[in-house]
């Protein structure tokens, strides 16, 4: 399974970005489809994440400003981010990670920066 992240670019603080990871192969369900983000100098952070039953979570640092959804049939996930703020400047990672089944799939990160 190899997932595959774009959407990432530079913005201005307010505006926004919409991020997308598309998962290749079979993907048993359940799992969580989640996007993490690691500054610099900084650990990697759940941002968001949706489950196939469309169950979901944020960050609180995002809540409110990011949403996540996911389309089960094709595999895919976005993360629309408003309000986007400089402190939100990191690498985004695409990650899905089975609830039954034991697996743990990453994509390679799309850079947003976000500039004041």
């Known amino acids: 399974v190899q997932l595959q992240a774009s959407g990432g670019g530079l913005v201005q603080a307010g505006g926004s970005l919409r991020l997308s990871c598309e998962a290749s192969?079979?993907?048993?369900?359940?799992?969580?489809m989640n996007w993490y983000r690691q500054a610099p100098g900084s650990q990697r952070e759940l941002v968001a994440l949706?489950?196939?039953?469309?169950?979901?979570e944020y960050a609180l640092a995002v809540k409110g400003r990011f949403t996540i959804s996911r389309d089960n049939a094709k595999n895919m996930a976005t993360l629309q981010m408003n309000s986007l703020k400089p402190e939100d400047t990191a690498v985004y990672y695409c990650?899905?990670?089975?609830?039954?089944?034991?697996?743990?799939?990453w994509g390679q990160g799309t850079l947003v920066t976000v500039s004041s």
């Open positions: 192969g079979s993907i048993p369900p359940p799992n969580s």
């Open positions: 949706m489950t196939t039953t469309g169950f979901t």
């Open positions: 990650n899905v990670r089975g609830i039954r089944f034991h697996y743990d799939f």
